[in-house]
């Protein structure tokens, strides 16, 4: 088990929202990504869906206050999210060209959907935007996954995962879709992956 002091190092950190996605941004907070599971409690899960935007803060606070009064349905649930991103990483490497991991995938977005029960609507933000809102009814935590499940299916329905991409970096296991128009994205980020590789070209021709 981490430490506290690991977790307070990596609290430090903030979430990278860099895959145009909101699926794709989930698959990048596990290990593969960074080499740390950036979701390692059920706090921190929450933290990413308000940082993500899938909720607000008020929101976020019940979930807090609902883990502390059900800690084992807090478990289950964190547990649960990372078994859904194993399947989207999955998704988001193979999924183009592998007919049975996008069966696969449909198999657990439809497993998440199929058991939750609420109420989608769009509401006003206090910044004056709009945003889509799954409430759920009954179990508290059982809408949780339903924005980035919904996410991974609008990908499969509109067949972009054929714009899918990993970064270019080998140390980086990031994903992302590519949205440039001649599909050339090499990068999850230019201020980081980015930036690394060209100050590696730079050496190179330092020392050639």
Same mark, same amino acid.
């Given at each position: 088990m981490a430490s506290a002091h690991a977790h307070a190092d990596r609290d430090r950190h903030p979430f990278a929202f860099v895959a145009e996605r909101l699926w794709l941004d989930f698959v990048n907070t596990d290990a593969t990504a960074r080499g740390t599971d950036a979701l390692y409690d059920f706090e921190r899960f929450v933290r990413w869906l308000e940082a993500a935007g899938v909720f607000d803060a008020e929101r976020a606070a019940t979930m807090h206050r609902r883990a502390k009064q059900q800690p084992t349905g807090a478990l289950a649930v964190l547990v649960d999210a990372q078994r859904v991103r194993a399947v989207l990483r999955t998704l988001a490497e193979r999924g183009e060209h592998a007919h049975d991991v996008r069966v696969d995938a449909l198999g657990e977005i439809n497993r998440v959907l199929g058991r939750s029960a609420g109420t989608r609507r769009v509401e006003l933000r206090a910044d004056g935007s709009f945003a889509r809102a799954f409430?759920?009814?009954?179990?508290?935590? $059982?809408?949780?996954? !339903?924005?980035?499940? &919904?996410?991974? $299916?609008?990908?499969? !329905?509109?067949? &972009?995962?054929?714009?899918?991409?990993?970064?270019?970096? @080998?140390?980086?296991?990031?994903?992302? @879709?590519? &949205?440039?128009?001649?599909?050339?994205?090499?990068?999850?980020? =230019?201020?980081?992956?980015?930036?690394?590789?060209?100050? $590696?070209?730079?050496? =190179?021709?330092?020392?050639?």
């Open positions: 409430v759920p009814v009954g179990d508290a935590f $059982a809408g949780l996954l !339903i924005p980035v499940v &919904e996410s991974a $299916a609008d990908a499969l !329905i509109l067949g &972009e995962l054929g714009r899918v991409r990993r970064c270019a970096d @080998q140390r980086c296991g990031r994903v992302f @879709q590519d &949205e440039t128009k001649n599909g050339r994205r090499r990068w999850c980020d =230019m201020a980081t992956c980015g930036n690394r590789a060209k100050a $590696a070209r730079h050496r =190179m021709k330092l020392h050639s």
